[in-house]
């Protein structure tokens, strides 16, 4: 048997909600303590998963010691939220019957007046869904919607908060709180919560209605006083035209009129046409457009909690991002070069072959240019001066130089720091200098045998090593 698809709210799934809300209550409690908690175990289980910073921020707050006590704190404050919108459901059934029985019962002697009692059923209501529709269409942004929501969600954190103190269902109740402020995840939690508030109001109204006209007898009947009887009858034939459709007992046009109320002893002989119009209305203007509400705000709920994401950008969260995605991490080496010969490997430099009939090319490579003696003079050498080399551009100059040169140089000296090691673009810059596939030449060290100070710097030894690899490699490859 397959196993169920995992929910969003699972504690196990860093992608639902109540990880990241878990993650914001980690983010609060170290923001009341003054510094991040130390524990490297979920540091380390943190930089070990890939994805994003979000999602390492949620798996370290999974790890820390007080995951557990967080979630007990969010069980106690969902447990709570869930008391108080079931005490706000009962009272709203309550309150409905209430006001079906405070509307029916003013007309103890007299006829029902059928448009106040409508009116006075469903206006509120009405007006509260026009509402929220138009802040809903127009401003989408706003959090004052779902203003019965927002008094159910604040009564139950006050009860979680006195029935559960400490630090950490502080942060739980912060953080849940902060959550469903944010749009658009609070809008729909708040959204949800009127709606089913109001569907419960309206169905102690409409209980109460069938209760009060299946044991009591109401004669129904409407009056005016500046609005003309034509007005009446378009405003009645509109109301009953949706509810008609569905099925219910209405009124035709010649009950309406003649259930004006023009005096005492009148006869009312339309009542169960009356009376089918009225539970009507509260069905099709009252329970019908407030459960299409709850169900858009229920679809829309469940798409903003599967799409929350905690806000990095918060210095909670900003400070985690060095110990959580480390700048650089030692990956060991890549691209390893050639190994080149130990200091205290004997072999015999072999003679260069000299091939150009040109000067000998000097070079000074990543040296401070000397204010005088530049070339250095030597009896019978005639010099070609290549200039300096600082950088990669500089370095360009000089093969494109010394690969151009006609007649070709016999040799090309480089004279470089022995203080500084060379690397391995030192490297291949010298190999592309004695490249001998290409118009070139033989590229030889500054490096005399006979003075040994010359190699007791830092980078003698190194640069040693690099210019007898070199001739070795050109030496086998001849």
């Known amino acids: 048997m397959p196993n169920p698809p995992p929910s969003i709210d699972r504690a196990d799934d860093p992608s639902g909600l109540i990880p990241r809300l878990l993650a914001e209550a980690v983010r609060l409690h170290e923001d009341a303590l003054g510094a991040p908690l130390h524990e490297p175990q ?30 007990t704190a969010f069980a106690h404050f969902r447990a709570g939220t869930q008391a108080a919108v ?76 006195w029935l559960h103190r400490g630090p950490l269902e502080l942060a739980a109740l912060r953080a849940a709180g902060e959550a469903f402020a944010r749009p658009p995840l609070g809008r729909w939690v708040l959204s949800t919560i009127s709606h089913s508030l109001w569907l419960s109001y309206l169905a102690g109204c409409l209980g109460a209605v069938l209760l009060l006209l299946g044991t009591r007898q109401y004669d129904f009947a409407w009056e005016t006083t500046i609005l003309s009887e034509r007005a009446y009858m378009t405003m009645a034939r509109m109301i009953a035209a949706p509810v008609e459709i569905l099925g219910f ?24 046409r009356w009376g089918g119009l009225l539970v009507g209305c509260l069905v099709v203007y009252g329970l019908v457009p407030r459960g299409v509400a709850l169900l858009v705000s229920l679809g829309a709920l469940l798409r903003a909690r599967s799409r929350y994401r905690l806000d990095v950008t918060r210095p909670g969260f900003a400070r985690l991002q060095g110990r959580l995605v480390p700048v650089a991490r030692a990956v060991g080496v890549v691209d390893p070069d050639e190994p080149l010969m130990a200091d205290n490997d004997a072999v015999a430099r072999p003679s260069a072959a000299i091939s150009g ?38 370095r360009h100059r000089v093969v494109e130089r010394v ?49 040994p100070t010359l190699t007791a710097g830092r980078g003698g030894a190194a640069y040693s090593r690099l210019a007898e690899a070199r001739w070795e490699r050109r030496h086998r490859r001849r």
């Open 86 to 161: 079931a005490a706000a459901l009962i009272g709203a059934l309550l309150a409905g019957a209430g006001a079906a029985r405070l509307v029916l019962g003013s007309y103890a002697e007299g006829p029902v007046n059928f448009f106040l009692a409508l009116s006075s059923l469903l206006g509120l209501h009405t007006l509260m869904l026009l509402v929220w529709l138009v802040v809903i269409l127009f401003q989408p942004g706003s959090g004052a919607v779902g203003l019965l929501g927002g008094l159910v969600l604040r009564l139950g954190r006050r009860v979680t908060r």
């Open 357 to 394: 009939n040109g000067p000998v090319g000097v070079l000074g490579l990543e040296i401070e240019r000397p204010e005088r003696g530049w070339p250095p003079a030597v009896a019978g050498v005639e010099w070609w001066d290549l200039g300096f080399a600082e950088d990669r551009t500089d």
């Open 42 to 71: 979920a540091d380390e289980r943190a930089r070990t998963i890939k994805g994003d910073l979000e999602r390492r921020i949620v798996i370290r707050a999974q790890t820390l010691s007080v995951a557990s006590p967080l979630r």
């Open 249 to 272: 007992d209405v009124p035709d046009p010649a009950r309406v009129a003649g259930s004006r109320r023009t005096g005492s002893g009148q006869v009312f002989d339309a009542r169960e």
């Open 403 to 451: 690969a151009m040169a006609d007649p070709m140089a016999k040799a090309v000296v480089v004279v470089c720091s022995l203080a500084a090691t060379p690397d391995r673009g030192t490297g291949a810059f010298l190999a592309s200098l004695a490249k001998p596939t290409s118009p070139g030449c033989p590229a030889a060290d500054a490096r005399p045998p006979t003075a």
